[in-house]
């Protein structure tokens, strides 16, 4: 899979600007505020309709216009196709095509342009909140499987929706019959994602363990399962069934749900350490592009193509012998795509096609 080109109008900084890109390494440089990152996320917000900076839509149009357009021309095992993404906040409407064909539901954009997202502020994946790596192993699996994102989304509503039960028998506007029906779906979805994450995580430390592992690193994820004794879904399904009995009056009293897969969390491990207790900032570092790098690898065994690989700023912190490390596992992807701010950050990596930012201006080295 690979990004031919990308249209912006009236996106962050960009009035209106076109890109060529090549396969292999693309790289983008220049100072820090000039537009480089805007450039990834562009194809990320195309790709998984969301920004990885920002929750607001509204920012990420340009100031004094009311809409923005990303279009961007693919190509897959050549098979070319055309995605355009236009976002009027004026009027609250966003529209997807593929190929001019309007997308009835968002999750069908989900695996058209498969793509892996490294940033900075990754690597609170390690150092941050559980939610963070429950959102990690969530994309990845939103990507390979939209069905996922469906039953994601409904388990989402459902915990609300129990949530808001809980509250009105609590305020005595409901009677603890009404949980039943509620108890069932939770359960039955939580059981479902919780399934799917698991499997997941092992196939990702086979990735890791085989193709991205060295003699002086290793990396490796573990699911931990909050209030289940196993992880087997019969196990699951009946752990559910006794832990809403035994705590049904605490979680009627802070009206919520405490337990599934919301609950969970992914403890990470460097050469057999916790990455988040021990880790050393440069190691957290490693540690969390080789994870994005096994999502990548994940991804292609999966749908049979090799998502874009988007860096923004990734180099930075790394040592000369990680940096090599990486470096040499690039060749194992189609096209990378590459921010920094200076090119000699990147000494070990040859780029197929060089671009100075510059003024929110792009022009090719």
């Known amino acids: ?38 450039i990834l996320e562009a194809i990320y917000y195309l790709a ?70 490294f ?33 994601l989304s409904r388990y989402s509503k459902e915990v609300s929706h129990r949530n808001y039960i809980l509250k009105q028998i609590r305020e005595g506007k409901l009677d603890i019959s009404n949980l039943k029906v509620w108890n ?32 002086n690193t290793h990396v490796s994820l573990d699911y931990t399962l909050k209030h289940f004794k196993s992880n087997k879904p019969e196990d699951i399904a009946k752990d559910y069934v006794k832990y809403f009995e035994d705590n049904q009056s605490e979680e009627i009293a802070r009206s919520t749900t405490l337990i599934g897969p919301h609950r969970d969390d992914i403890a990470i491990s460097y050469n057999g350490l916790s990455a988040k207790r021990f880790g050393s900032e440069g190691q957290q570092r490693i540690t969390t592009i080789l994870i994005k790098l096994a999502e ?13 690989i988007l860096l923004d700023d990734f180099s930075s912190e790394l040592d000369n012998p990680n940096r090599s490390f990486i470096a040499g596992t690039f060749s194992k992807f189609e096209q990378i795509i590459v921010t920094t701010t200076y090119p000699d950050n990147l000494k070990g990596f ?9 003024h929110n201006a792009i022009k090719v080295d």
Not at 26 to 37: C, R, S
Not at 296 to 308: A, D, F, Q, R, S
Request: proline residues 3%; neutral net charge; hydrophobic residues 35%.
């Open 1 to 38: 899979m690979i990004v031919k080109n990308i249209e912006l109008n009236n996106f962050r900084s960009y009035s209106n600007i076109k890109v060529d890109f090549s396969s292999g390494i693309n790289l983008f440089h220049g100072e820090n505020g000039t537009g480089k990152t805007n």
């Open 48 to 117: 998984m309709l969301k920004s990885f900076r920002i929750s607001d839509d509204t920012v990420l149009i340009k100031q004094d216009a009311h809409a923005t357009k990303i279009e961007a021309e693919i190509s897959n095992m050549g098979l070319d196709k055309n995605i355009k993404l236009e976002l009027d906040t004026e009027n609250k409407r966003k529209t997807l095509t593929v190929n001019d064909n309007k997308l009835k539901r968002n999750s069908e954009i989900m695996g058209v342009l498969p793509v892996v997202l």
């Open 119 to 151: 940033s900075p502020e990754h690597i609170m994946v390690i150092k941050g909140d559980p939610g963070l790596r429950r959102n990690f192993i969530d994309d990845l699996l939103s990507q390979i499987n939209p069905e996922y994102f469906h039953i």
């Open 184 to 215: 069932k779906q939770v359960m039955e979805h939580g059981t479902d994602i919780i399934g799917k994450r698991i499997i997941a995580i092992n196939t990702l430390n086979e990735i890791l363990k085989d193709k991205l592992s060295d003699i």
């Open 296 to 308: 990548g690898l994940m991804i292609n065994e999966k749908l049979g193509t090799y998502p874009v």
């Open 350 to 358: 040859k780029p197929s096609k060089l671009f100075h930012v510059e």
